[in-house]
């Protein structure tokens, strides 16, 4: 009968070892920013730790994303933001991530287009390092970009003493006028023609009021401000202004920024660490090919995790003394 006992416990712990791990609890609340013009909401995930963690602040790309890294524009979800703060949970390492502006549970805050500023992205950042700054559980505050996020935090963190490093995800190395160009390169000569005389308007600071019908989601006058002040940002003066440690990481499969991004980064800012990763895309997730339609499916499917390198190379760099 012992026998028989100890097999069938042998025969169990067996079994339950190929099944998937149950997920580590989350200590996850909701957190709020009160600004002058309504309240930026976001979600704080800490370990199972009292105190003594650093914390990890994500802001998110460009356009509708919201916190969890999904776009109202797509009609599925990737959570690759989400799942980037609950895989760093269980390395020991708190986060914030936040709704920005006018997005999401965020949109109450939010100004009419035409008013939108990229210094408004930089000064929301700022806020929530603030914010971050008066807890007393945190050892460091890191910034973490990812697409136009990257240059946004980068700015943020620009003669920032209460950050201790910096994090660059699939940030660019350019202006946003030259990528803009470059993403161009496929149309016929006349249309990249406008492109570039609208774009010397507005990097001039002039607003260009008759903008081609084809070219009005990208130019329309109601957004024209904002481009004017992204326009004057170039990632790689920014970058060779700081003075904490900068981590740079650029998927070899990424379809939005090129590995010469990162490259640009990584010349201006000599020091920096600097991943490409293989297999990875704009959205971290582990992909191996190019096929833009292949790609696209990773964007809108929830199943697919993390690429196991991102949270490895942050642990490694928010770990170091």
């Not at 791990?21 to 609340?29: A, S």
């Not at 500023?117 to 008066?134: C, H, M, N, P, T």
């Not at 991943?275 to 929830?302: E, F, R, S, V």
Request: positive net charge; charged residues 20%.
């Amino acid at each position: 009968m012992k026998k028989k006992l100890i097999a069938f416990v042998c025969f169990l712990l067996v079994s339950l070892s190929g099944l998937p791990q149950l997920p580590v609890r989350l200590n996850e609340r909701p957190v709020v920013l009160n600004t002058s013009t309504g309240a930026l909401k976001g979600k704080m995930v800490t370990p199972n730790q009292e105190s003594g963690y650093p914390v990890v602040l994500i802001i998110p790309g460009s356009g509708l994303t919201d916190m969890d890294g999904n776009s109202a524009a797509l009609p599925g979800k990737n959570n690759s933001l989400r799942y980037l703060a609950e895989g760093l949970a269980g390395k020991g390492i708190a986060s914030l991530r936040y709704d920005k502006r006018g997005i999401a549970s965020s949109a109450s805050a939010g100004k009419d287009e035409y008013s939108m500023r990229f210094e408004d992205g930089i000064k929301d950042a700022r806020g929530w390092i603030d914010y971050l700054s008066k807890d007393k559980r945190i050892s460091g505050i890191y910034v973490l970009g990812h697409s136009e996020g990257a240059l946004v935090g980068m700015a943020a963190s620009v003669d920032n003493p209460k950050v201790k490093g910096y994090i660059s995800v699939a940030g660019a190395g350019r202006p946003a006028y030259e990528i803009i160009e470059e993403q161009m390169a496929g149309q016929p000569e006349v249309i990249r023609n406008m492109v570039r005389s609208i774009n010397t308007s507005l990097k001039e600071g002039k607003l260009v009021p008759d903008v081609p019908i084809g070219l009005q989601a990208l130019f329309r006058s109601s957004v024209q401000p904002y481009m004017i002040s992204w326009y004057t940002y170039n990632p790689q003066e920014i970058i060779k202004k700081l003075k904490v440690p900068v981590l740079i990481l650029q998927g070899d499969k990424d379809m939005q920024v090129s590995v010469k991004d990162a490259e640009l980064l990584k010349r201006s800012q000599p020091s920096a660490d600097y991943h490409l990763i293989g297999n990875m895309n704009h959205l971290m997730k582990t992909c191996d090919t190019m096929d833009q339609q292949k790609q696209m499916a990773t964007y809108t499917d929830p199943v697919l995790p993390l690429h196991k390198d991102v949270l490895i190379l942050i642990e490694k760099f928010v770990s170091k003394p």
